[in-house]
DNA sequence: ATTACTGTAATAGTACAATAATACAGTTAG
DNA sequence: CTAACTGTATTATTGTACTATTACAGTAAT
């Protein structure tokens, strides 16, 4: 995992969306260990509250759980997790679209420039 | 103008960009004078430091002037509002393909929800 | 059992955005 | 001139996200 995280934007989300992200794209296995709240934060750069924080609310939302004093595992049930994931870039789309709306940007021009990026 | 405001994100950027909007949409003529500060508050339902705050950073940047006692009005030049506004569709637009690419979305997929949700 | 890990919790401190409440000075219309 | 508006500045307070530090208890391997 690469931890790539903005400084710009809360940490803890974005720790959210990493691990939610992998265990949708199967890097994470269902009932797999996760790394520990201390190594996280150790190879994020991040503070353990933070970590402790982000997997405490997907647990929360039935993508993980933790055995006290033994570790953090991806829940047996991976379904919630690419569930979100799509959920996600759909508000994400949405937001996208109605931001540019609210820059006067025409459908027509919404997607040329979506193309144009993606094409770079 | 409406003053649409989201209240879970930062006022002083959204104050910026719906008044760079105008201008560069020609709702605000060049040299056009402004709402006052306390009138933009009271209507936007913030606090004038905010508002002052927000005029003060596009003074910065050319793109409104203030007189003090008088008012702020337009600047002559519009020019710096509408490249202003093309620089954050772009921005935008960037960071939503690669939000949705952490997201392990192909650019097909990407495209395809973007007309989707365009298309509604 | 000891050791070294784990999750969990509590407290305090920092940084930032926004609010609240004033105060002061420049401009303009009456 | 005066009154009512302007911009501008200052100080204090709130709320939030994150950090820093410490502590405690559960788990597992040796």
Redesign the interface.
């Known amino acids: 995992m690469e931890w790539k995280l903005d400084k710009d934007r809360p940490i803890c989300p974005q720790l959210m969306?990493l691990i939610v992200?992998g265990i949708?794209?199967g890097e994470y296995a269902a009932g797999e260990k996760l790394l520990s709240v201390r190594e996280v934060a150790l190879q994020a750069g991040v503070n353990p509250n933070t970590v402790q924080k982000a997997f405490s609310e997907m647990e929360r939302d039935g993508m993980i759980f933790s055995r006290a004093g033994s570790g953090w595992f991806v829940a047996e049930d991976t379904g919630k997790a690419v569930e979100r994931?799509e959920t996600?870039?759909?508000t994400?789309?949405?937001e996208?679209?109605s931001?540019?709306r609210?820059?006067?940007?025409e459908?027509a021009d919404?997607?040329r420039?979506?193309?144009e990026?993606?094409?770079e």
């Open positions: 969306e992200t949708a794209g994931v996600l870039a759909r994400r789309t949405e996208y679209v931001g540019m609210a820059l006067r940007k459908d919404i997607l420039m979506v193309e990026v993606c094409h």
